[in-house]
């Protein structure tokens, strides 16, 4: 794969996961659990931006962006939710970071890339700490705990 056409994917599946995000928030929201809702709205906003940084990356390099969308499920069990993410993360963590070696030439690419890697590792590191909260008090209580 080539730096464009990575670079053209990364855009693609965080413009997909964002509205995957967007719509898991909505319908968490909808049944009444606001804050997991806004925690799952503000990674989508963040993706949102990722995709968005990406595509200027790609102008400033000559390219035209794609406009197009990974397609993600959209799950309504709050823990199936946790666990795609979980899983999601732990898969995208190792490519991206295998993914510098092509930017060793581009330091502007590998720094927003290393930033992705950061941002990312964060999100798996909260979407853990979740599900070991359901662990820890049950899936009832941990429920009880994001409405409001």
Known sequence: MTKV?????FAKGWFGNSQQHSIHAQFLKQ???????????????????E???V??????????PV???????????VKEMLEYDCKDSAEALPMMSKSLALFEDDYVSRAMIQQFIVDEQEHFNWVRQH???IKEIGYENYLIEMLG
Do not use: C, H, Q
């Not at 056409?5 to 994917?9: D, V």
């Not at 009444?32 to 949102?48: C, Q, R």
């Not at 200027?56 to 000559?62: C, K, V």
């Open 55 to 64: 595509n200027a990356r790609l102008i400033e390099l000559g390219e035209t």
């Open 131 to 133: 599900l070991n909260l």
């Open 67 to 77: 406009v197009a969308i990974e397609e993600y499920p959209v799950i309504t069990d």
């Open 5 to 9: 056409e990575l670079l053209k994917s």
């Open 31 to 49: 049944r009444g659990f606001n804050k997991l809702g806004d925690m799952i709205m503000a990674e989508s906003d963040e993706e949102w931006e």
């Open 51 to 53: 995709a968005k940084k």
